[in-house]
């Protein structure tokens, strides 16, 4: 055998030996008409039961349509779900079931800052990129390298919220009050250098369990203080149904900032009381993509238009079901489509760098513009971020009058 034909043999040798690395890691589009295996975590269970079922509709949702329209580059999507029950350990054991048993190549979920931050070192091993609903600023590309978000940061969140306060309520003192959560811990903290950075005085600053019954205390000392407005922080609805109940209770009528109020409306009022927003002094944020001004015609805007096919999709439950979390893992599903059908790659930092570079070009199909950096996952930024008054009233398509209307 001559020199050349051995050299040949070899670099053919080396190179299927490469590509054969290069597919196990996903890092080459392996042919074929096996399925995509995309795996979901949600709080199927426990404290977050309600968001995660939301979740999970808006997952499948999308899958169901991908997968009617041919699939993600001719292969259908397999679904795998798993339950982190609001719990980082039990996140940690699904993740990795999902990871080494079922195979998966993709993930969406979770919703929890602290269960998606617990996740992160099993999908940086297994190199898999995912896209979660979770907002603390501890959700850094370093600690999370594969890891996007649809929720807006609570940086962002706090930007847009303190800005409001000192802009049109004219406050001149505040108060926190946030539960022990990843994202609570975080928001504490960037309220209060923002509110100094805007000469606001922050009067008190408490902390309460997730998913509590009683912060009587924590009110209590807050009051004492006679803020201009108490900025409220937590992960789940009903905290803050306990917490506005509570002030209600003990006669507190002072103005109430909160940043999961608007977007959880029916698990606060499940928490207080049917009228908690009837008397005018809580604000909320929300997305602009589900909200209105008055001469805005009904059903035209993109989540109006995607309220109707989820009434379709899930017309038992459509009424309880939190329609603009639905929307939210419903795009990032596509969002991880985008990035596999433009690389032809399932590999985490194959995805991750496309997105990076990319995600303005994808733009979310109900939540509108989308971007990503090198140095911030948050697809959604404090631009898309607009305030609500009444988020328990909505319109036929779904949407809730905003206060930035002119």
């Not at 349509?65 to 679904?79: D, F, K, M, P, T």
């Not at 992960?235 to 509570?246: A, I, K, Q």
């Not at 209770?249 to 606060?268: E, F, I, Q, R, Y």
């Amino acid at each position: 055998m001559s020199r050349i034909t051995r050299s040949a043999i070899r670099h053919a040798a080396t190179g299927m030996l490469a590509l054969a690395a290069a597919i196990a890691a996903g890092g080459v589009w392996a042919q074929g008409t096996e399925p995509v295996r995309l795996g979901a975590i949600y709080s199927i269970t426990g404290a977050g039961a309600a968001t995660g079922y939301a979740s999970l509709t808006g997952t499948k949702m999308a899958v169901k349509e991908i997968n009617a329209a041919g699939g993600i580059l001719g292969r259908q999507i397999e679904l795998f779900v798993g339950d982190d029950a609001f719990d980082p350990t039990q996140a940690v054991a699904e993740v990795k079931r999902l990871v080494s048993k079922e195979k998966v190549q993709l993930l969406m979920g979770p919703t929890i800052s602290q269960v998606t931050l617990a996740i992160a070192p099993v999908l940086t091993q297994a190199r898999v990129a995912s896209v979660a609903l979770s907002g603390s600023t501890s959700l850094t590309p370093q600690v999370a390298p594969y890891t996007f978000s649809m929720w807006t940061s609570i940086e962002a969140q706090g930007e847009a919220m303190i800005d409001f306060a000192v802009k049109q309520l004219k406050v001149k003192t505040a108060a926190i009050i946030a539960d022990n959560g990843a994202q609570g811990k975080a928001g504490t903290a960037i309220f209060q250098r923002m509110l100094a950075a805007r000469g606001v005085k922050v009067t008190g600053v408490q902390e309460h369990e997730s998913r509590t019954s009683d912060v009587t205390a924590q009110v209590l000392a807050l009051k004492r203080g006679n803020p201009d407005i108490v900025f409220q922080i937590s992960t789940t609805g009903e905290d803050s149904g306990v917490v506005f109940r509570t002030m209600q209770d003990l006669g507190w009528n002072t103005k109430v900032m909160s940043m999961v109020a608007g977007v959880s409306a029916p698990l606060v009022i499940r928490a207080s009381t049917p009228d908690v927003f009837k008397q005018g002094d809580i604000y909320a944020t929300m997305l602009k993509a589900y909200t209105y001004c008055p001469k805005d015609p009904v059903g035209q805007t993109e989540f109006g238009k995607f309220v109707t096919r989820l009434k379709a999709f899930d017309p038992k439950n459509v009424d309880k079901l939190n329609a603009q979390v639905v929307s939210m893992t419903y795009d990032g599903v596509y969002v991880l489509k985008a990035a596999v059908e433009a690389t032809k790659s399932f590999d985490g930092a194959t995805l991750t760098s496309w997105i990076e570079k990319n995600a303005s070009s994808i733009r979310g199909r109900v939540n509108g513009s989308l971007s990503a950096t090198q140095l911030s996952h948050f697809l959604v930024g404090a631009d898309a971020i607009t305030m609500v008054k009444r988020p328990d009233i909505k319109r036929e398509d779904g949407l809730v009058e905003r206060l930035d209307c002119h």
